[in-house]
């Protein structure tokens, strides 16, 4: 089968009749349906790279496992390469098209093909078998692959079957032939639109926590399975001048509620191992966080962009506060990216044989690189001035009694053409001044972990024990150790 | 006829027949209209507040001018005690009911009051006599004033005059009984919906620039004027769970355009004085800046609120990151509203008698309290959690199908009805995932001025001079006069 | 006996023989030591503020107590003046002489006043007369008090009581005239030279803590009391050019070590009244920090000016990077200033009659104006270069064969002799490259409580349920007691 | 001849006999004398690395243009390699070390590399061959060679040759076999104690300005070369406990007087073609603050180290706001560390053959790593408490009658000897209380270039153009190319 277009890939999804519901109706054909338009716009893209001769040669590599040239998003890493790939992709695609969505597949399936490994060496089980019998069909048909982690929790302060016992995903029932599960996973960008949904625990677990150590793969119209989605930012079409972005580029966001849904065996990648939860969650988050280090700096380019250009059509390109802005937009762009390459080559092979990145270099890249994209709307807003929440609307700008006196009063930079300025001003205020802005910034601060979780993980993974040696030492502490031998 | 009701202020309006624009279409009635519902709904608070029991006594006031009691908001304070009481109404105020917007009056009338005062012992003209008669009828009749000061501008790096010279709003001819002025003011939130608008100049100007040296009052619906607004955000009316906030406090925003507009002169304050514009706009934004550092607070006030319930109702109120965001809110309030108490009780008296908030208090406060806005978005949505703009819409809770999966897989805190924690995530959708979000963010970082505005003043205004001599002495620099006296 | 002189004042610690050690040895004699010169010219200099006539009429106050004129500093604040007034003093002092010391007085012997009312209405003890006599002879004597609170608390996660016993300051016997005390306290500037110290507890304590809740005042020769020393930074003499300031301003820092004191009745002013002393510590800290919002600022005066004077002195005053980090110089020191004027005018009277500032505010001022010492000394060596460490030595400048070639390759601004910029230079490295920049800093971070204690206190104070409720009202959560209303 | 041993190097200074003044006194000899002492001991270092098994292998490295195992220093790099073992040295070496200074050299010589080859190119001059036969003898002989590159400048706001002449370093003679240069260069850490100079203009150069486009090679004791030298900071010996690192680790830094100074023409690698001189500045500051990124993080590493091992003495390892303070350190190091990996991978070739690191990723990590070594130090004090300035010394501790009182009443965590406690109280004292830590702070602050300048370069080397492209395309903005085509 090999590479698919995007042409297949949508084709591929009419097959497919997951139990949607949006608006609080049901969608029973997501592919046309206007609020779908741009989620999967976003993950057709992802076939589309592969024919694009800008992108061609970056995202299709050789896979060893079926030894056939795969999609990059499908591929399991053995190396840098991948991931050096997926870095200049990531930047260069989200600038323009916003997210992708398909990084999740190999973020997901990196660390599973690791824990499987671990989990069958250690319970002599078989995991790691069915997983790669999964991907290699993943990859042979160039699968769509969504990841579903965050359980939807509930109070925060319970653990798992703490209270409701539904709060986390957990197996129900063990039969012969396969697992039931029931829970639901929030925060499921795009997942009506996959071919495959990887749902894995979404934090570490203790012993007694057996039925939530549960990973495995379902196809989005499994029985039992249902999305109650919040649509894409709207209005679904660009108008003339306004909403040129947000129109085009978001995702439906869901929750999927698992309602004693039937997994086959050979579809379970864990079940009960709960010793190697934290183990594959947090390979995930860190190598997804790895991937924002990448995509998120794609977004400050454009944002860049638009600052730049609105500072040139207000004529004051030169002016020294607008200048440190951009500075500091640029510096937590290089910042999240210089990340995701030392990520990429200073990294760690699994005894499985797979690659991952450096996980401290990516936690402290997204943390300095998306946390600041808050002051970067403000920025542009403070850049363009009143104007970008002030101005009245294409439809004034489109009247043409109205038309000659905006023309003139909002006139910018000498000799350019004011549509130049209120198109930028439209950009401005639909980056900023809109759901879409609100739902981006809600994707950079919690998307791959929030915050706090990448600072729990940054204390975690540097060696303090190694630095209080040194600091030890220099202030001639004897160390026990080092009394006794004398 | 003293102080008004709100609905004498709205059939007030009834009278008033503005040209007023708005999505391209002509708005002949603004007070039944939707989309200036929330407009006129804040403005027509500055009246329902005389006679609410918790603002009476405090925007009650009396005023040696007439010597009857008026409104607050046409007070001419004589001392710190008007600015004290604003202070508290606006903090109060703005918390549940974002932006009263009438605060305009008292700030742009107190500088015009000693402006005109300096120019006419200069020049022996008679504007100080032209502003007593309308502030006196202003205060008799409760007139709700704005102030319109920002020019269009056109290319920023030019000065009034060069390029197109209508860009800066100016004098085109003097005539007999009066003034014919011409050009356009943007970010004039509101002021169809007023009774009379101020126009100031929006920046110093030097000798040559003696047309732009013009201030005067017009009303709303003088011949020439036009207004080409940008809607309140919409929906314009609350849905039952969503858009509660935004749909019921936001502001009809317009360029007013002043096409070859007479003004008599006995409405016409400055004309031609370019020494007196600095004066009076510096006067205007410091004044109102002060005023900000009041009623920014109250907004962050409330999201504290938001933020505090939030934490409660997913069971995590103790957790120290989110702690330590609430920590930082409540530092940006409460410095703000420092800035503001300080502002009033260690200001100035002007040779004319009107007293004058501290102008480097209130730029710092201001700058401390507003710039952090987008942090404190952020944080709304670091506390929330991806939810925040991931979860459904209340059309699918509203289904009865899907309610119970919403009311159960949705839950937070044990005990607590599900409908509390979706309508606080709609709550933070609200604010920081919508229109509404942004067009606040703007007026923090935009209005009274934009960030570096302020900067440049607050570097204006300290005694840089003072500070360096000191430092002079300390290094036992000895100075030249110094050296001569010995 | 009324004012004293700073004579007076020396005079009176030359009759008293405390026990002292520095550097390893006894001082017989304080005030001739060169290592306690600056810092009893610093306690000096309350004394002298009195007759200088810049000040003179500031810290000059009628008592009510004693009917008498007196010295601001053991004044008990019955209103906002007293504070205004500090306001005042601290930071024009604090600019030129870096820091008073005996605000330490009234921060102390004010919540003192009130928790030993609280406690006599509550247990019909005597405590309250004792200070009323205590405070009477303070004024009548002019005396200098000064505070000790910090307790050496050893193992921070252990309570009083629990590990040494000693910790924390405890009572060990009581007995008829009066009680013994043991243990020490720690961060203790210039208490060798002091007429009394008031010694109350470091924190909040629990009921089964009866012995720790004690608090009194003793002479610093009292039997059993010992003080070890840190000296004042060296040198303790101003070099020609180096060291202008540290050789004149800074403290000696002790451990005041109690071994077994006796302390008569009448010198006790609670002991064992447990639930009072949070209050004490938190009326005194925050009193304290309200202090610190004035005397900080005056010290980043005296920064500002040395940046200015420097950039002024290397040719680039206009620089936009050096005007920013001025800018954020002064924006600390007003927010700071801002919040001890608020925190003077909107405080509180306690029941006693005493009146307090603002505790809110005056945490919130603190933490802004002294966290961010450290950037701005970082931002003095940024402004001056690198030649601010490493500049030659003032013995090269001296060296008649060297000096010529310093006059002409360390020149700066032309036309300026090139000893100005040698000068301020010096300054920078005095402040930032020196054993006093990071004391001053100390100072700052952790004097009247330490960064994290202040951001506890402004979450405690703030009324977060109010804001809660708002939010929840906003969001139309209907609350139980509505619902019972219905 | 080979690599040497640090014995070997200080052999050679031996032979050198520069013109040396500290302490406004003539030093004959560096070599034994105590405040050159740390100094020479840190550049010694670079030689031992070469012999110490942890090290060896990473800094010896085959040399193609000597065909000879050579030491990394003097290195001329032709891919990523040396860059990437460089980085691993500086982050080990400086956290327990400090700083080795002779990064300097290849930092130097390999922009140096580049710019004589396009000099060549361009104007049939021989410079090329003359740096190709210098490094030969300097990888042959193992040189030590470091850096003059800052002018002394005088009034910034003058272009070289305006004023003083003599401001920048000029050729005041071109005779026929060498040039005579005059002038000065500051901040030269360590000069005296190197084998060769390399002195290069500091800055780019316009046409006019020829007579400063001068770059050469020079011996220390060369005729006419004078060194005033600020001493290392003191003590010059560890005392028993206090100034463990700051006695061991710190540099001479000098002004280096070129008093017209005659250099052969072989030794002269530019004179004149201005047109080279920013190119050959940029170079090495670029090169050099990729350097800076993988130090800095060392010296992080071991400040990191301390704030541990002192919250763990003090018994609140867990407290959050601790961990919040040492993940941010975490995180400035690990940022800096992935620009110079990423800065290494992602560099780019020279037509001359040389690499380079990249220059943006360079510039951002320097300025990301080292602007927060003030916040380091105030977080170090943080964590430590008051005690960190206020503490006895050593003297009382050493003292036997107050030893068992401090021993009692300095108690840390339980069960720890106090001893370690007050070692780590005065480790944190000798980094952030003291003339090292001010040193220090400023050597973050302005080596390789002030923060502006770096920001200068971050936004000079991002390609805005590009995002601004991508922005006005998405703004549907037609381009007049994209208008002529139609």
């Excluded at 692959?145 to 703490?162: F, N």
């Excluded at 795009?190 to 894995?200: A, D, T, W």
């Excluded at 947090?282 to 860049?304: M, N, V, W």
Aim: overall charge neutral; charged content about 25%; aromatic content about 8%.
């Amino acid at each position: 089968m090999g590479i698919r277009t995007k042409q297949q890939y949508l084709d591929s999804l009419r097959d497919q009749h997951p139990d949607v519901y949006m608006l609080g109706e049901k969608v029973d054909n997501i592919v046309d349906h206007p609020l779908f338009a741009s989620s999967l716009n976003h993950m057709g893209q992802t076939f589309s790279l592969a024919h694009e001769p800008e992108f061609r040669d970056l995202v299709r590599i050789h896979s060893p496992l079926i030894d056939e040239e795969i999609n990059l998003w499908s591929h399991i890493p053995q190396d840098s390469e991948p991931y050096l790939r997926k870095s200049k992709v990531l930047r260069k695609v989200s600038a323009e098209r916003v997210c992708i969505l398909r990084c999740l597949e190999p973020d997901a399936l990196t660390p599973l093909w690791a824990v499987t490994y671990d989990i069958d060496k250690k319970h002599g089980t078989q995991y790691h078998e069915h997983l790669v019998e999964f991907v290699k069909r993943a990859q042979r048909e160039d699968l769509m692959v969504s990841a579903s982690v965050m359980d939807t929790k509930g109070d925060r302060s319970l653990r798992p079957g703490e209270g409701d016992a539904d709060m986390y995903v957990r197996c129900v029932r063990r039969e012969k032939d396969g697992i039931v599960v029931r829970g639901a996973k929030a925060n499921t960008s795009g997942s009506p639109g996959v071919n495959q949904i990887l749902v894995v625990p979404g934090g570490a677990l203790k012993p007694e926590e057996k039925d939530y150590a549960v990973a495995f793969a379902i196809k989005p119209d499994t029985k039992g399975v249902k999305f109650i989605c919040r649509p894409t930012t709207r209005p679904s079409q660009p108008r003339q001048i306004e909403k040129r972005m947000s129109s085009q580029f978001s995702h439906v966001e869901s929750i999927v509620i698992l309602d004693d849904v039937f997994v086959p065996w050979s579809d379970v990648f864990m079940c009960g191992e709960t010793e190697f939860a934290g183990q594959l969650v947090s390979g995930f988050a860190c190598t997804h966080r790895a991937a924002k280090c990448s995509c998120q700096p794609g977004h400050i380019d454009f944002l860049i962009g638009v600052a730049a250009a609105m500072a040139d059509l207000n004529g004051v390109p030169k002016a020294p506060h607008i200048k440190d802005r951009i500075t500091d937009m640029i510096m937590a762009a290089e910042t999240g990216y210089s990340a995701a390459i030392r990520a990429a080559v200073d990294g760690w092979h699994h005894p499985s044989g797979v690659y991952f990145p450096n996980f401290l270099a990516a936690n402290v890249g997204k943390y300095q690189s998306c946390s600041k994209i808050s002051d970067e709307y403000a920025a542009l807003q403070d850049i363009a001035g009143g104007l970008s929440v002030t101005a009245p609307t294409e439809k004034d700008w489109l009247n043409p009694e109205l038309r000659p006196l905006l023309e003139r009063y909002l006139q910018g930079k000498q000799g350019v053409p004011t549509e130049e300025r209120f198109r930028m001003l439209k950009m401005v205020e639909d980056l900023t001044c809109s759901e879409f802005g609100g739902w981006f910034m809600g994707l950079s601060i919690n998307a791959a972990g929030s915050p706090q979780a990448e600072r729990v993980d940054v204390l975690r993974l540097y060696d303090v024990e190694r630095s209080k040696k040194m600091a030890r030492k220099m202030a001639e502490i004897v160390e026990k150790d080092d009394k006794k031998k004398k």
